[in-house]
């Protein structure tokens, strides 16, 4: 204990399968927070939401909740974590919320960089690979929002689909139908699944349909061909490490700009 309260970090599951970016963070955001004294409690109810999670959170009395991967938090959520003793909300989100110590994830940015990438080659009927996981949903809905709602190019398709090799099929098939030359996927797991489904149906990559990933796994450079991906900047160790000694007193909140997403340019586009 330390100044006679826990010192526990309150980490809540990313919804979904987030894939290897997450995961490789919250190993390494655990690994320094328990190097610096910190408990860390991982809570895996990746369901709960709102009030239901919130009361959750607070009876594992932790000292901070560190909570990242599009759990939504209403300002009357946040409120009530500090009523019920939690000193620190430190969250990813796209704007300044009260009582929270937000790092910026733009999700649109992301999506935006994906799409212009393939326009910009020269690609004009573009699809979308989502997922159908409804707690991913909800992110891929942002990141899309803006192509998906103006038309700002020619032709925008969606898929969802489960990360499933059963699915590889149905993608070459709705790739063929749409007549796409271009496909972002969510994340290079779904881009993996397309270009397997892809190369299955005989169909040449870039050549026929160029193909973008996103959070540059490492897997996603062994594929043949490599997967051109997007690199996604989340909170380091250390930013977090010292948010967590500058607010452990005093409740506050603060905005931090994470750095913006970039092509990784690969074999696929």
Partial sequence: MRRGRS????IPSPPGQMGALVSRWIDEVENALESHGYTVVLYGDRYSGGVEAVRKWISARPLAVLTLGGRDLSDDAIEALHRGGIRSVI???????????VF?????????????????????????????DP????????RWAYELQTGTHSHIAQLDVDLSSSETERIAAWATTEGLDGISAFNDDYAM???AGLIDAGIHVPDDVAIIGADNQTQSSFSRPAITSIDITLPSPEDILSLLADS???????LHELPPPQIVRRATS
């Avoid at 010192?7 to 309150?10: N, P």
């Avoid at 969250?91 to 110590?101: I, K, N, P, Q, V």
């Avoid at 992301?110 to 020269?122: D, P, Y």
């Fill in 7 to 10: 010192d526990a970090i309150l």
């Fill in 91 to 101: 969250m990813t989100d796209e704007t300044a919320r009260a009582g929270a110590h």
């Fill in 104 to 132: 910026r994830m733009d999700h649109a940015a992301i999506g935006r960089l994906s799409v212009s990438h393939l326009a910009t080659a020269g690609r004009q009927r573009i699809g979308l690979v989502t997922p159908r």
């Fill in 135 to 142: 707690l991913l949903r909800a992110i891929s809905d942002r």
């Fill in 193 to 195: 699944l397309t270009l």
């Fill in 248 to 254: 452990a007193v005093e409740q506050g909140e603060s």
